[in-house]
Nanobody, 127 residues
Framework: QVQVAESGGGLVQPGGSLRLSCAASGSIFSNYVMGWFRQAPGKEREFVAA????????AYADSVKGRFTISRDNAKKTGYLQMNSLKPEDTAVYYC????????????????????WGQGTQVTVSS
């Protein structure tokens, strides 16, 4: 089993930046697709970004494309989500997730694909 834990959330003004981290344990992180999801108040959890095991392929939700960057460091067993130009609508609890596959595949944006989830970290964008 793989365990993942997010960190790096906080309060930031619109236009600001945050970098979230996802630390993995319990297995070899390089064998897993890593994804980020978020859940805003009153809304369902939605896909944000995903990256293949070697970082060669990435995918982003349209709402964050061009502003967020997903990456990973398999030697450190850690994934990252760099969030720039943050907007109030980015306010949500952000979750890191891992899937037992090396490639993204067609279901990279579906919550049901991911087997392991972190506890979430709060990101609040407000002036």
């Amino acid at each position: 089993q793989v365990q993942v834990a997010e960190s790096g959330g906080g309060l930031v003004q619109p236009g600001g930046s945050l970098r979230l981290s996802c630390a993995a344990s319990g297995s070899i992180f390089s064998n897993y697709v890593m994804g980020w999801f978020r859940q805003a108040p009153g809304k369902e959890r939605e896909f944000v970004a995903a990256v293949s095991w070697n970082g060669g392929n990435t995918a982003y939700a349209d709402s964050v494309k061009g502003r967020f960057t997903i990456s990973r460091d398999n030697a450190k067993k850690t994934g990252y989500l760099q969030m720039n130009s943050l907007k109030p609508e980015d306010t949500a609890v952000y979750y890191c997730a891992a899937d037992r596959s090396a490639l993204l595949g067609p279901d990279y944006a579906r919550r049901s694909r991911y087997d392991y989830w972190g506890q979430g970290t709060q990101v609040t964008v407000s002036s």
